[in-house]
């Protein structure tokens, strides 16, 4: 999943029965483009797992020049970040388990998927109150800022 961290609304999302990265983040990225194009410079930042890292997707991050990868290195995530980077992204899988998968009964993938989609687009996207939003919804927040500018 893709979030844009001045919304914290998700962009882009894929699900996979595998970890690659073609099955997962590229899926993701190219949703996160078409919903949001990149009309200005962005830091695409994420941990160090191998699907960001592959040769595939870091050469799909190179060919748009606006954006810039970020991976905390483990000695900067001791020394500077202090497992904040990805705090939003653990909040996100947090609240998708503990208000959503874990009361839904799932008998096949495509039921997850599903649901899943239903969850982020009708909740979380539109009408769930985020704390960094100072308790706003998403859509509340981009109508309050007339400087918003999309970018994913």
């Not at 996979?16 to 483009?33: G, L, N, P, R």
């Not at 239903?118 to 706003?136: D, G, M, P, Q, V």
Request: proline share 1%; hydrophobic share 40%.
């Amino acid at each position: 999943m893709i979030i844009d961290l001045f919304d914290r609304k998700v962009i882009g999302w894929a699900m996979s029965e595998d970890m690659t990265a073609e099955a997962t983040i590229m899926k993701a990225w190219y949703m996160a483009v078409g919903n949001r194009p990149i009309n200005q410079k962005l830091i695409f930042h994420s941990d160090r797992g191998s699907q960001y890292a592959c040769t595939k997707f870091r050469n799909i991050l190179k060919s748009y020049e606006q954006v810039l990868q970020s991976m905390s290195k483990k000695e900067e995530k001791a020394l500077l970040l202090k497992d904040w980077d990805n705090a939003v992204a653990e909040s996100f899988f947090k609240s998708l388990k503990v208000e959503w998968i874990y009361k839904n009964e799932y008998l096949r993938k495509s039921d997850a998927e599903t649901s899943i989609f239903k969850w982020i687009e009708t909740w979380y996207n539109r009408n769930r109150r985020h704390s960094a939003l100072n308790y706003k919804t998403i859509l509340e927040f981009e109508l309050e800022n007339n400087n918003y500018k999309q970018a994913a």
